[in-house]
């Protein structure tokens, strides 16, 4: 089974703090280099609020917390554009310089890819995800979509130039995404994407809009918002949250090196005294593969050490608005209130556990630093800091709620 990794660059997520109960503004105005821009739509990435700027270009957002924000901005014939705005203990303004778009429609030349579908499947398949919520999403302009395959690297890179348009008909939500980047590794089976999604409500009827409600807390309980969310409140064993050590150990079946490239070297160098025969190449070839496969293996595999961890060991205050997750390595972290689904445990996101242990659904989140930032609402500052393996990789845009979302059923 393939193993996929993912790094948590899916969605640039700010954040805010309940330091202070103080409301702050963000104010500002629209332009190019040379007017203002009436009529910009102007949102905040990860949430539901947005605004447009009036007649002279300017805008004002009300009601923010001190924290961390993404100002997004959407005109016709520029560029989509986004800017970072820290609030600390006072309102803030800001001027936002958007650039013309060099496209013209007429002036396109559009040339036949015979191998864009099956990249434009990939693409779907590792940024809205494969969940059942997936199946109910769809990308509506996958045409703004560029596509690059490095065959030297197997990479494929995807950028795009306009916001992405995806409609989420499980959750209720349409999302104008950014995409800044977006990168999967064919050869590491590493899946990298960064961007700013802003969530717009579906219209829907009362009894539709109480299934929406029903997915959105599915989706939101177990997830790693709500992880750093009770993190932070210091309540992760209270929301069903287990935590343990993922220890790397040397694979029991795997030869060292010296004696794996020992044995290619003696099966692939011919012996100058002895006549090679159609008879024994094949013998030979059966060991050359079973060798070069002992070099492809592995050389550690993780263990689950079962003494779990106190949460507040791990962190430390940051500042008045951030905490710090403290940890050098690879941590498991199990919620316990829902188990895996058979559909999941098909998948290449699965991770190997004990047979004693319960199927709880289980993410691996491998701190590539020593010090993961994240916020009240379970934004993480710091994403690169962090590379998802499990569950957490397996839930993607298809499973995403605004991370000012309150959950309306109280968790079991």
Known sequence: MKTYLFLLLLVLFTGYSAFSQNLF???????????????????LSGYKVSTVADAEGKFKINNLKPGNYDVLVQMVGYLPYSKNVIISDQSVQVELLLKESTTVLNEVVIRADPNRPKYIKQFKEFFIGTSPNAAQCKILNPQVLNIDYDITKSLLTITTTEFLIVENKALGYRLKYMLDNFEYNSRTRIIYFSGHPFFEELKASSAKQKKYIDK?????????????????????????????????????????????????????????????????????????????????????????????????????????????????????????????????????????????????????????????????????????????????????????????????????
């Open 216 to 412: 959105r807390e599915s989706a939101y309980y177990g997830s790693s918002q709500h992880f750093f969310r009770s993190l932070y409140a210091g309540n992760t064993t209270e929301q069903g949250f287990i935590i343990n050590k993922m220890i790397k150990i040397p694979n029991p079946y795997r030869y060292p090196d010296s004696i794996i490239n020992k044995n290619l070297i003696w099966l692939k160098t011919p012996d100058k005294s002895t006549v090679i025969s159609k008879a024994t190449m094949p013998k030979d070839n059966v060991r050359i593969a079973f060798w070069e496969k002992q070099l492809e293996m592995p050389k550690y595999i993780d263990h689950l050490d079962r003494k779990e961890i106190s949460p507040a060991s791990l962190l430390s205050v940051y500042n008045h608005n951030l905490k710090s997750l403290n940890y050098n390595g690879a941590l498991a972290i199990s919620y316990s209130r829902e188990r895996e689904s058979l559909v999941y445990s098909k998948t290449g996101f699965w991770v190997f556990r004990p047979l004693e242990i319960p199927d709880y659904q289980i993410s691996i989140a491998n701190l590539t630093e020593n010090g993961v930032h994240f916020y009240e609402n379970g934004g993480v500052n710091n994403s690169r800091a962090m590379l998802f393996e499990g569950f957490w990789a397996y839930e993607k845009v298809a499973d995403m709620v605004p991370m000012d979302y309150i959950p309306q059923i109280k968790n079991k």
């Open 25 to 43: 503004s963000i104010t500002g105005i629209v332009r190019d280099q040379k007017e203002t821009l009436p009529g910009a739509g102007i949102y």
